[in-house]
T-cell receptor, first 116, second 114 residues
């Protein structure tokens, strides 16, 4: 069963605008972590932001914020004030509690293109 | 400040050849992982090692073997390469234990099997 769903294969955003990348997840474990990674055309995987299932507040890291809606099992990434350098693939990932093998599961990704 | 180092960066094999992808981390992490990335499918876990001395199958283990040589090193072996194994391979590590923290990735290996 698909544990991480990213329904937007591709997205376009105008430079300086905000954009939301969707991610829904499926788990029955009460303890889990949610992550977003960026993969530019150069290929490396860059960690952006983390949200723990017990965290009371939504995570923020600079221009990145995570809109965490636990009841809906949603963990959308919001990028504010988009820049040309934000053009990349973005992956949502989940890690369930250690007793389940410390496995990270990734979604299929969303390709973001920032237009000048 | 090397982090996770994997070699080689590029490799071309003929069907049936064997090769080993090497991975080493210098962050004293307990857990290490091998993923493959194919277009439209994200990253899929091949094998992982939760701690030194243990390895477990991931989502797509067929055709691969791994060795956790020590705490630093985790290698991936293709015994008889097939065109379906053409992919980009990533090694990753994480602190492990009870901390649900992020993966640290190597720079990837682009493998083509002809």
């Amino acid at each position: 069963a698909q544990k991480i769903t990213q329904t937007q294969p591709g997205m376009f955003v105008q430079e300086k605008e905000a954009v939301t990348l969707d991610c829904t997840y499926d788990t029955s474990d009460p303890s889990y972590g949610l992550f977003w990674y960026k993969q530019p055309s150069s290929g490396e995987m860059i960690f952006l932001i983390y949200q723990g299932s017990y965290d009371q507040q939504n995570a923020t890291e600079g221009r990145y914020s995570l809109n965490f809606q636990k009841a809906r099992k949603s963990a959308n990434l919001v990028i504010s004030a988009s820049q040309l350098g934000d053009s990349a693939m973005y992956f949502c990932a989940m890690r369930e509690a250690p007793h389940q093998g410390q496995n990270f599961v990734f979604g299929p990704g969303t390709r973001l293109s920032v237009l000048p | 400040n090397a982090g996770v180092t994997q070699t080689p960066k590029f490799q071309v094999l003929k069907t049936g050849q064997s090769m080993t992808l090497q991975c080493a981390q210098d962050m004293n992490h307990n857990s290490m992982y091998w993923y493959r990335q194919d277009p439209g499918m994200g990253l899929r876990l091949i094998y992982y090692s939760a701690s030194e001395g243990t390895t477990d199958k991931g989502e797509v283990p067929n055709g691969y073997n791994v060795s956790r040589l020590n705490k630093r090193e985790f290698s991936l072996r293709l015994e008889s390469a097939a065109p379906s194994q053409t992919s980009v391979y990533f090694c990753a590590s994480s602190p492990g234990s009870r901390r649900l923290r992020e993966l640290f990735f190597g720079s990837g290996t682009q493998l083509s099997v002809l």
